[in-house]
């Protein structure tokens, strides 16, 4: 039996009041007796009364479990020859307390469901082959619930066949679609999730309604059935009109308010949209409730003939003003949360959560004046300024919203951030200041809540949900994989894969951020972000890779004894932290652009001579635009970068077809391009994408699609083999000769095959020519390690990461725990040089783990240098960056260059004989 003798099975069933439901079955029940009283007039007493009168009464059935629910011994989910699974020896965070309690000890999963937490011995078991696993004292949580996940309905890969069915078009108000009528089980985004600990997520349609419809919570492991069906937890379809003995299952919407609803007009058009939707769903229910109010005092007479008021089309919209459906609000600046607060007092119907919620930590006392109650807000971490309504996101909102008492849930709009990665986003909003609890929480129990499932999801805890993940190191550090996950007590992934060696098994402690979010209130979310201070000369001291102390003058280490200590005007104490080389960020349009939906914040797209007719006056320099004409600085992506150890970066011109211009180098700490030392490199690679040629990619202006892939190629020959004449042709001829690197982004191992032919042809004797390649994105390179390795190919991933976004990217070697390799370990192990990149200008700001991740995940492969040199020294190599020995230093201070427990303080910047200080 259970032995709960050291009081670890803390027995705190939730037992949710159904006094409401009892109370609401005796009034109909009482009603239905009263009907038959001799003293009620009600001599037309309809043959279908008591299905009416049974139907009135469940219009009041608050939504959730039915009462049986809590004492269920096997789950309405568990797959029959399930083996029971003991796990012991775990440290079991269970969700309880706040987040706070920590159990050491076993976890009993039978039947689906969790059978015993705390100290299992002696139990009788349903299966007698139970599965037993010892956890060695690791961590264990519940899995990880998405509050805001488009698997399935925006698929991977992404194709014009599985990505389009994620919202209707067909107005801005549409409460009937449902997204579980597009949900595509083929998604590859549900392994990966599940290898990442995440076990389910609410499927929200898309953000072009103000009323997108419908959203349903799923489990993303597969079924037997292999439909989406079976996928559905607490399945609230044909439940609308309710068995009063069966409460509703709480059932989920969609809203979405601001720029994504210009569409249909001005924010005006989208407001009075919500209201006409919501008018019309108020006047069904007033009817409804005047019809109910008629039967149930016998007033048989005055609905003869007169049918229950019904809409299909609105029900779901009533039953949102019934108070039995979580809404969820996709909603970014103060004006949009106004406007909806607005709302639900206008109509008196709660919000279950504000997404995206850019600027919800500015506004946290209009959010507390939603009707119902305050909503939890579901956000990105770092994740910002990619539209205006965006730009004064900031890291520190998870902190400021908690600390003001408002529930946090990090989220990934998958495949916005890819679900898989959803713990990285809890990582990176404790780093800035969301407490480990509350952390835990946000990607575990908080959005659980939210969702109305935390009777059965989100904590580790007697008759919940046998959905557990088994950690190798403490969630909230960078790099923490799961060793298994659970759904419904199956073990998902068949021969998990655990990296050797001893991981961290306690949250890092994190640096103090008190300064920096008062800053991002006070200034809105536009706090200044330049260098607090520039210093000619600093001391460090407790510098932990170098001597105790280090002398900077001018941004250059001296020894003391060159010059007087009197001039040290500063000293800055790094705590055991260390001075390392800056980072160098490749592969997004940082220096190009600053919010990227806003075109006049951005250089704009260069024309592509294969898809558009190249204005004569520009001659033939169609392929020879340069980055560096078009540089901008001080954006605030630029900045935050800075601040995070990212001290330049390569830009391309952006490029929409195949041709990318010339990168240029450049810091990111200037204010202009003529500022001293701004621009490192000029010219820096010749830079092609090869596309497949897609939909997306014809010019509806003149017409023109792109290319084949082999036309794109054969342009490519020609222009390095045949001497053309001109601005682009002697650029081209450089490149044949080496003298420039020529940077080709592909994804297909196809397409690299096709350019590592053509290379190999064009170093023959008969050609001569030496082609300094670098393949960028390559998600498929590791096919083609050895070849790649033998041709002196080098290759920039970009992303790190792998994602199977398009068709070409799909063969990804995911890593831990589904495979051993990830493709940067295949590469290095043929000796190919390997940078890092980065698709999207925020992402910047987190480099670094980025790079602590990959050592992680490379199984000792890489060092800690080997992690640096991924975006330093072997960016420098692959691009040719002389410049490279200028670059800056950055002082971090608590930690090591890659931890959650640094940094940044400082950047030492020798070429302009300064010191930056944060501090
Ligand atoms: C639990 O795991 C820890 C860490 O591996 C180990 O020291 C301890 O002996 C284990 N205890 C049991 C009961 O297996
Ligand atoms: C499309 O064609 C028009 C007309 O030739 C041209 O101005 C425009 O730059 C082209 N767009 C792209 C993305 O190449
Ligand atoms: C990689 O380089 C090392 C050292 O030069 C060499 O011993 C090894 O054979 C190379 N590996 C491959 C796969 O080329």
Redo the contacts with the bound molecule.
């Keep these: 039996m259970l032995d709960d003798k050291h009081g670890l099975l803390l027995d705190e069933r939730p037992r949710r009041s159904h006094k409401a439901l009892h109370l609401l079955g005796a009034t109909a029940l009482a009603l239905v007796a009263l009907s038959w009283s001799p003293f009620a007039p009600f001599p037309r007493r309809p043959p279908n009364a008591p299905e009416i009168l049974a139907k009135c009464a469940s219009l009041h059935v608050p939504a959730g479990p039915h009462p049986d629910f809590f004492s269920r011994a096997v789950s309405d989910r568990f797959v029959p020859g399930t083996k029971a699974t003991l796990i012991r020896n775990a440290t079991i965070w269970t969700g309880r307390e706040a987040g706070n309690e920590v159990v050491y000890g076993d976890v009993l999963l039978d039947g689906g469901i969790i059978k015993a937490v705390g100290t299992v011995s002696g139990v009788v078991l349903r299966d007698p082959n139970v599965n037993e696993i010892n956890a060695g004292g690791k961590w264990l949580t519940a899995g990880m619930f998405d509050l805001h996940s488009h698997v399935g309905v925006f698929s991977m890969p992404d194709s014009r066949g599985a990505s389009g069915d994620f919202m209707s078009s067909d107005g801005p108000v549409v409460p009937w679609m449902r997204s579980i009528d597009g949900l595509n089980t083929h998604d590859a985004s549900y392994e990966l999730a599940v290898a990442g600990g995440l076990t389910g997520g609410l499927i929200l349609p898309g953000s072009g309604n103000a009323i997108g419809g419908q959203a349903f919570a799923i489990k993303f492991r597969p079924t037997a059935e292999r439909t989406p069906s079976s996928k559905l937890i607490d399945s609230p379809l044909g439940q609308t009109v309710v068995d009063r003995n069966h409460p509703p299952r709480w059932r989920h919407m969609k809203h979405a308010c601001g720029e994504n609803q210009l569409r249909y007009g001005s924010r005006f058009d989208s407001a009075w949209a919500f209201r006409q939707g919501y008018e019309e769903a108020r006047r069904i229910r007033d009817a409804q409730d005047a019809y109910c109010a008629k039967a149930t005092t016998g007033k048989w007479d005055e609905i003869e003939k007169v049918e229950f008021p019904y809409s299909l089309k609105w029900e779901a919209l009533v039953d949102v003003l019934r108070g039995r459906v979580k809404v969820n609000t996709h909603c970014y600046e103060a004006v949009d949360f106004d406007q909806i607060v607005r709302l639900t007092n206008e109509f008196k119907f709660p919000i279950a959560a504000f997404h995206h919620a850019s600027e919800a930590y500015l506004v946290t006392d209009l959010l507390k004046k939603t009707w119902g109650g305050t909503p939890a807000v579901a956000i990105f971490a770092t994740n910002g300024r990619y539209k205006r309504e965006a730009y004064r996101a900031s890291e520190f909102a998870p902190k400021i919203l908690a600390e003001n008492g408002v529930p946090v849930v990090m989220k990934t709009d998958h495949p916005i951030i890819n679900s898989r990665d959803i713990l990285f986003e809890a990582q990176k909003a404790h780093y800035y200041g969301l407490p480990t609890n509350l952390a835990l929480a946000s990607v575990i129990t908080s959005p659980v809540i939210a969702a109305g499932l935390d009777h059965r999801l989100g904590y580790i805890k007697e008759g919940y949900d046998a959905d557990v993940v088994l950690w190798d190191a403490h969630p909230l550090q960078v790099g923490a994989t799961p060793t298994q996950v659970f759904i419904d007590g199956i073990a998902q992934i068949s021969s998990p894969y655990t990296v050797p060696g001893v991981k961290p098994q306690t949250a890092p402690r994190t640096p103090r951020w008190d300064r920096e979010s008062a800053a991002a209130l006070k200034y809105e979310g536009l706090a200044p972000l330049e260098p607090r201070r520039r210093a000619r000369a600093v001391a460090f001291v407790n510098v932990g890779n170098a001597k105790e102390r280090v002398s900077v003058l001018n941004g250059r280490v001296v020894q003391e004894h060159e010059h007087e200590l009197g001039r040290m005007v500063e000293t800055i104490d790094l705590q055991g932290g260390h001075i390392v080389p800056g980072l160098i960020s490749f592969g997004s349009r940082l220096g190009m652009e600053e919010i990227a939906s806003e075109g006049s914040t951005s250089d704009g797209?260069?024309?592509?001579p294969l898809?558009?007719?190249v204005?004569s006056i520009l001659g033939d320099a169609g392929a020879a635009i340069r980055a560096v004409d078009g540089l901008r600085f001080e954006t605030r992506h630029a900045l935050l970068a800075y601040r995070s150890g990212v001290t330049a970066a390569v830009a391309t011109p952006i490029g929409?077809?195949v041709f990318q211009g010339i990168s240029t180098f450049f810091r990111l700490g200037e204010v202009h391009a003529l500022a001293p030392g701004a621009v490192l490199q000029e010219a820096v690679a010749l830079h092609l994408t090869i596309r497949r040629p897609s939909a997306s990619l014809i010019?509806?202006?003149?017409g023109?699609a792109i290319p084949s892939i082999s036309t794109q190629i054969a342009t490519l020959r020609r222009l390095l083999t045949d001497n053309v004449q001109g601005e682009t042709g002697r650029l081209f001829t450089r490149a044949a000769k080496g003298e420039i690197p020529l940077v080709l982004t592909a994804t297909s191992a196809d397409v690299m095959a096709a350019l590592l032919r053509m290379k190999r042809d064009l170093e023959t004797k008969e050609h001569g020519l030496h082609l300094r390649m670098v393949f960028n994105n390559a998600n498929e390179a590791h096919l083609l390690a050895k070849e790649i390795g033998e041709a002196g190919v080098g290759v920039i991933l970009t992303p790190i990461r792998p994602f199977p976004t398009t068709w070409d990217e799909r063969r990804i070697v995911p890593g831990p725990p589904l495979t051993k390799e990830t493709a940067l370990t295949i590469l290095l192990r043929h000796n190919v040089t390997v940078g890092v990149g980065i698709r999207e200008e925020w992402e910047a700001q987190h480099t670094r783990f980025m790079l602590k991740w990959a050592m992680e995940e490379s199984s000792g492969l890489l060092d800690e240098g080997g992690a640096l040199a991924l975006a330093t020294s072997n960016i420098a190599k692959l691009l040719g960056l002389d410049a490279a020995e200028d670059t800056d230093f950055v002082a971090y201070s608590g930690g090591l260059w890659h931890e959650q427990e640094s940094k940044v303080v400082a950047v030492l910047s020798p070429a302009r004989n300064v010191v930056d200080i944060f501090s």
Excluded: F, H, Q
């Design positions: 797209s260069i024309i592509d898809m558009a007719g204005p929409l077809g010019n509806y202006t003149n023109l």
